[in-house]
């Protein structure tokens, strides 16, 4: 299982973007990123996943650089609301799905206005 | 947009007793599991379902704890002599078949119970 280096913390205000990078040096080759978030005393939310390149959807970006050893969490324009821990996950998604999820300690991140 | 739910939200229970914890996944996922998160700390994996046995448990899921599947729709996890250590928020999640058979295992997560035992 790849392990992963994400920030503790990352402080940022309203309106601007937030880009939270993490460290997957040992990824496997059929290993997919992964990013969740998650609000106090919640479940964690699933936020986005890729394979390579660039993937983008109504909530964030995700950039991976060609040796995928590296992932980039970005986040437009946060929001007091977009405060919350982010967990980057490392794994192999099997055929037939099923499998757990590893999580870190995450990176806290704390919008004010 | 369906929602994975808990049940209670929260419950306190005196150590050595047996506690029941209720999950009903979303209604076309085949795959269920539990989590926990002691206050403060990481969410840890404890065990993965699927067609009606238990596919991968962690070593946290030994002997006093178990799941059940009774009907078409609920998801439970039993503990069966409740321990201080075992205060923490559990969270349900579940997930579908992957389309395509490959990538995009998204779990969703339910809004935990919060278990206190004194």
């Known amino acids: 299982l790849a392990k992963t280096t994400q920030p503790i913390s990352m402080d940022s205000y309203e309106g601007q973007e937030v880009n939270i990078t993490c460290s997957h040096n040992?990824?496997?080759?059929?290993?997919?990123i992964t990013w969740y978030q998650q609000f106090p005393s919640q479940g964690p939310r699933f936020i986005i996943q890729?394979?390579?390149t660039k993937v983008t959807n109504e909530v964030a970006s995700l950039f991976i650089p060609a040796d995928r050893k590296s992932s980039t969490l970005s986040l437009p324009r946060v929001s007091l609301s977009d405060t919350a821990v982010y967990y980057c996950?490392?794994?192999?998604?099997?055929?037939?799905?099923?499998?757990?999820?590893?999580f870190g300690t995450g990176t806290q991140l704390k919008v004010e206005l | 947009e369906p929602e994975v739910t808990q049940t209670p939200s929260h419950q306190v229970t005196q150590m050595g007793q047996e506690v029941i914890l209720r999950c009903v996944p979303i209604?076309?996922?085949?795959?269920f599991y539990w989590y926990r998160q002691i206050l403060g700390q990481k969410v840890e994996f404890l065990v993965s379902?699927?067609?009606?046995?238990?596919?991968?448990k962690s070593e946290i899921f030994d002997d006093q704890f178990s799941v059940e599947r009774p009907d078409g729709s609920n998801f439970t996890l039993k503990i069966r002599s409740t321990k201080l250590e075992d205060s923490a928020m559990y969270f349900c999640?579940?997930?579908?078949?992957?389309?395509?058979?490959?990538?995009?295992?998204?779990?969703?997560f339910g809004p935990g119970t919060r278990l206190t035992v004194l």
């Open positions: 999640a579940s997930s579908g078949p992957l389309a395509g058979g490959r990538g995009y295992n998204e779990q969703f």
């Open positions: 040992n990824i496997a080759t059929n290993d997919y």
């Open positions: 890729g394979y390579k």
């Open positions: 996950l490392v794994g192999d998604i099997l055929t037939g799905g099923g499998n757990k999820l590893t």
């Open positions: 209604s076309n996922h085949l795959y």
């Open positions: 379902f699927y067609n009606n046995e238990i596919s991968e």
